[in-house]
């Protein structure tokens, strides 16, 4: 069936690109199926082709838009300046949610209070002892038996508390972040007062990232929407988000509003920060959010080695991405399976003690890993909060 409408917004996009190929090596889809069509120019030709009524949305053509992870590693490389991002969003909305899109599970990830009530209640009945033999009985490609092998062990930290109202910045949780992160979240807070910061804790919500990336436009639109009063209501000048997967929907939902890694703020006043020696090696991954939309990677390492005696290595770096990706991760196991295999691979040579990485996605992605079980995952900045000599 054809298209009704093609919007001229994502030609005129695919119209930028000058097909020079300067992006193949920054695609890991590209790296991992040497497929024209799995490549950021090829994404882009189907696009225009779509948008311009030349080609119908068959399973086949719309697989190749499903499978790109939205890492942007193409958009930094590009000499063209395409706004890829853009496109990617236009062309997802134009076509609706791909037909595996796992909607009762998400719809259970973007709730967080229900997700927490749900820990808790696995946590009371032991649940870290036969959630494993129960995911294994589902089928190999279930996105439920995904999100069960990736479930922490752990119960949720509690959720971190704010400063009274007039405080400059203000603290965005999240859906998953809130329950599954809410430690980094309480260490940005304490790394934030000890730097001289007052933050305000927003509610926790979903910020629609999942679904604007889905093509579920009416759906992230409503979170936009909320984000935005949420906003309004804190005061507040600044935005933060301890998950770099947000910053770029908070961005889209808040246009003019600055949109920062708690990171980058931490590394302006880093000088009031004194951390006490850890002699140990942590290898460090970096999310494609936090590199190519935070850009917060030079602020990381930055106060990393402010922490005596740590030796931080990094993984090697594009075309890195684990595979997680918001719900790819869910719609394509098996491939997301074999960019995660690729990412952990260098551990083996570095032999780190600890596995860090900040958006909580990859680092729950990470951690289902085989070659990650003997080594702890931990956001930076809750490796950063628990070295902090000077708590406020």
């Not at 119908?56 to 063209?80: I, M, S, V, Y």
């Amino acid at each position: 069936m054809a298209l009704e409408q093609p919007p001229k917004r994502i030609a005129e996009l695919a119209d930028q690109c000058v097909q020079c190929g300067l992006c193949l090596p920054a695609c890991p889809t590209y790296a991992l199926d040497r497929s024209e069509a799995e490549s950021p120019r090829g994404r882009i030709a189907i696009a225009a082709a779509l948008a311009r009524g030349a080609a119908e949305p068959t399973a086949e053509l719309r697989a190749h838009l499903d499978h790109c992870l939205g890492c942007l590693g193409c958009q930094r490389a590009c000499p063209a300046e395409v706004r890829y991002d853009e496109l990617l969003i236009e062309t997802r909305a134009l076509l609706g949610p791909a037909p595996q899109r796992p909607r009762r599970l998400l719809g259970l990830l973007q709730r967080p209070g229900l997700l927490r009530g749900l820990r808790r209640v696995g946590t009371m009945l032991g649940a870290a002892h036969w959630l494993g033999a129960l995911a294994r009985r589902l089928p190999t490609g279930s996105p439920w038996r995904v999100a069960l092998q990736m479930l922490p062990g752990t119960p949720p930290a509690a959720l971190p508390q704010g400063d009274a109202a007039g405080a400059e910045l203000a603290l965005f949780p999240g859906c998953v972040a809130s329950v599954e992160d809410a430690e980094a979240q309480q260490a940005a807070l304490t790394l934030l007062r000890a730097a001289g910061y007052r933050v305000h804790v927003l509610p926790a919500f979903c910020c629609g990232a999942m679904d604007l990336h889905d093509g579920e436009a009416a759906a992230a639109e409503q979170a936009a929407e909320r984000v935005r009063q949420a906003w309004r209501a804190s005061g507040a000048t600044r935005l933060l988000s301890v998950t770099p997967g947000c910053l770029g929907t908070l961005r889209h939902a808040l246009s003019g509003v600055p949109v920062l890694d708690p990171l980058s703020l931490l590394a302006e006043r880093a000088e009031r920060l004194r951390f006490r020696p850890l002699p140990l090696r942590v290898a460090l991954h970096l999310p494609c959010t936090q590199a190519n939309v935070a850009r917060s990677e030079a602020a990381m390492l930055q106060l990393l080695r402010r922490v005596p005696q740590l030796d931080v290595v990094s993984l090697p770096r594009p075309p890195s991405c684990c595979g997680a990706a918001g719900s790819h991760l869910l719609q394509f196991p098996g491939r997301a399976a074999q960019l995660r295999e690729a990412t952990l691979r260098p551990l083996a040579t570095l032999a780190p003690a600890r596995l860090l990485s900040s958006n909580i996605g990859c680092r729950l992605h990470l951690a289902a890993g085989d070659e990650a079980a003997q080594w702890t995952t931990q956001h930076p900045l809750s490796l950063l909060a628990q070295q902090l000599e000077n708590s406020p």
